[in-house]
């Protein structure tokens, strides 16, 4: 006991409490940011239509988010560093407000666009910060609690929030779905500056280690199997709202309903994988890719039947999410040493992997129609089950699933 009792005067408030309030300020704001990045998929056609686009021409709103989560991230990580993490933490909060602010508010696409792009750079950087605060608002033995906390945000921002941000959409247009998530954001970022301590930094691993953490090629392919799989995801999530209303033939009401269902498949799969990727992680993310390319596959015969549709699609949201905590847990491990920038950068590979997904999905659309877009989701998760083999087969396949932090390869 007592080699942490001069930490305990200080910690036994906050431990007293199940979570502190700070933490669920915290939380709020990964909500607001899942929020953000996955409304715009329920309100596709309404966007569309109101700016006077075509379908493939919104999904790069979804592209142009993804993309400037990729690049803001490690750039701001690079450059913020330094800075204390309260006040990071609500300048972050600042710009998201401020982007969703300005997407109320955008009379044409490209502003539409440009909002979208200035929200992005807080989102990595906001979620790396905000999970290294919360590991360190609770007792050491919560740790791993305290950060599933915070992104249980982004969990239930896609079951509570997308479908309820779609439907304030459908009723009062796609602007005021903008204006909620503003809303939110206010909220968190009084939380913030009210209720989360200043927390004095431990000396952060220098830049130099981070970077070199970062380009292990390990490190790379599993980031590059990340992206792949977020790939696949998007390229169908993208458009799953034209697909349920012009190919399956549902309406606009019962678009809400799916996209629930879907949050509830998501919820299914992260828990799942977050189990048995501490089972066996390697063997069930490659199980899990091929799964995943099969469920995909269905869809193309399911989705002109509305009840197999339906049932293919949580489905579908089991498979594609149970493969997260796995690839996050292998980045982690590949680069214990300076794992900020890598766990950072991860949202930037994971993101790349996102624009590129509904990229795609808005090329084959333009070019094979709507029903094209199983095809190339299932092919993405295909060569994802190529990269996680291919990790696999590289680290000398069982050693790598039960590697102790401290026998990764030296880089």
Known sequence: MSHHSSKSLRTTKPA??????????????????GMTEFIIMGLLPNVASDLGVTIPQAGQLITSYALGVAIGAPILTVFTHKLPQKKLLVILMGIFILGNAVSVIAPTYLLLIIARVLTAFAHGTFLGVGTIIAARLVHPDKRAGAVSVVLAGLTVANIIGVPFGTFIGQQL???????????????????????????????????????????????????????????????????????????????????????????????????????????????SLMVNFA??????????????????AVSNIFLWGIAAFGIMPGIQLRIMNLAHKAPLLATTSSHSALNLGNAAGAYLGGVAISSFGLTSIPSLSAALAVLALAGAWLSYALTGGRRSATAAPGDAPAA
Request: proline fraction near 4%; charged fraction near 10%.
């Open 173 to 283: 247009g796609w602007r005021a779905s903008f204006g909620a998530i503003t809303v939110l954001g206010i909220i968190s970022l009084f939380g913030i500056i009210r209720f989360i301590p200043v927390i004095v930094q431990q000396e952060t691993a220098n830049l130099r280690e981070q970077v070199r953490g970062l380009l292990n090629p390990q490190v790379l392919l599993i980031l590059l199997t990340g992206a792949l799989g977020c790939g696949s995801l998007f390229a169908l999530f993208t458009y799953i709202t034209p697909m349920l209303q012009g190919i399956t033939g549902f309406r606009e009401q019962s678009v809400t309903w799916i996209l629930v269902l879907f949050g509830a498949g998501v919820t299914l799969g992260n828990i799942a994988g977050g189990k048995l990727a501490d089972w066996k992680l390697m063997p």
């Open 291 to 308: 799964v995943l390319a099969v469920v995909i596959s269905t869809l193309t015969v399911t989705m002109s039947h509305p009840v197999l």
């Open 16 to 33: 007293k409490e199940r979570f502190p309030l700070s933490l669920l300020c915290l939380t709020l704001g990964a909500f607001a940011i």
